[in-house]
């Protein structure tokens, strides 16, 4: 099975940082990864897929890129509503897995 | 507008049974692979299970094959998850969801989740 790993596990940053999450997988997988956002309470929500596809609806601040193990989130200028729980997200083969997540909190 | 609607949560004793369902409307459910993914009370995302677009294939991760079982009706445009032999660890906020791409793996849109506690 596939492990993905997420880092930082938790963040602290300010409205208008530039941010970036990283996501290693276990073994290469191409770029079958996805990156999600959730809210306290709501379901998560699709932000990137296939490593740099950005979901229709989803701010340009958002940017996904990496392929093989290494994998990143990036967020331009973080808006009040970026405040969130992210998690990246391997479709390369089930099980599919997730990362534990990255909780971005405000400065 | 796509949307999916779960149903069947509750509490449940060690070694019980429940039935999930997800109602789906706004779009041709019988096109699309569907998910169950859970989240146990404040931990992370963990993906359950698989199945794709006529029923015929399905997938499970080792913690719930053997006592899991998906399947749709898509005449009813409705997905399911039947979960025998239920353990503390089962305990979650169990959401399905749509994987947009037919078998690209990632999961668009989700629903609002239903609630499986499982506890004497």
């Known amino acids: 099975d596939i492990q993905m790993t997420q880092s930082p596990s938790s963040l602290s940053a300010s409205v208008g940082d530039r941010v970036t999450i990283t996501c290693r997988a276990s073994q290469s997988i191409s770029s079958f990864l996805n990156w999600y956002q959730q809210t306290p309470g709501k379901a998560p929500k699709l932000l990137i897929y296939a490593a740099s596809s950005l979901q229709s609806g989803v701010p340009s601040r958002f940017s996904g890129s990496g392929s093989g193990t290494d994998f990143t989130l990036t967020i331009s200028s973080l808006q009040p509503e970026d405040f969130a729980t992210y998690y990246c997200q391997q479709s390369y083969s089930t099980p599919y897995s997730f990362g534990q997540g990255t909780k971005l909190e405000i400065k | 507008e796509v949307q999916l609607v779960e149903s069947g949560g509750g509490l449940v004793q060690p070694g019980g049974s429940l039935r999930l369902s997800c109602a789906a409307s706004?779009?041709?459910?019988?096109?699309?692979?569907m998910h169950w993914v859970r989240q146990a009370p404040g931990k992370g995302l963990v993906w359950v299970s698989r199945?794709?677009?006529?029923?015929?294939?399905?997938r499970y991760a080792d913690s719930v094959k053997g006592r899991f079982t998906i399947s749709r009706d898509n005449a009813k445009n409705t997905l399911y998850l039947q979960m025998n032999s239920l353990r503390a660890e089962d305990t979650a906020v169990y959401y399905c969801?749509?994987?947009?791409?037919?078998?690209?793996?990632?999961?668009?849109?989700w629903g609002q989740g239903t609630l499986v506690t499982v506890s004497s």
């Open positions: 199945i794709n677009n006529d029923g015929s294939s399905t």
């Open positions: 969801a749509r994987d947009p791409s037919a078998a690209g793996g990632w999961f668009d849109p």
């Open positions: 706004g779009f041709t459910f019988s096109s699309y692979w």
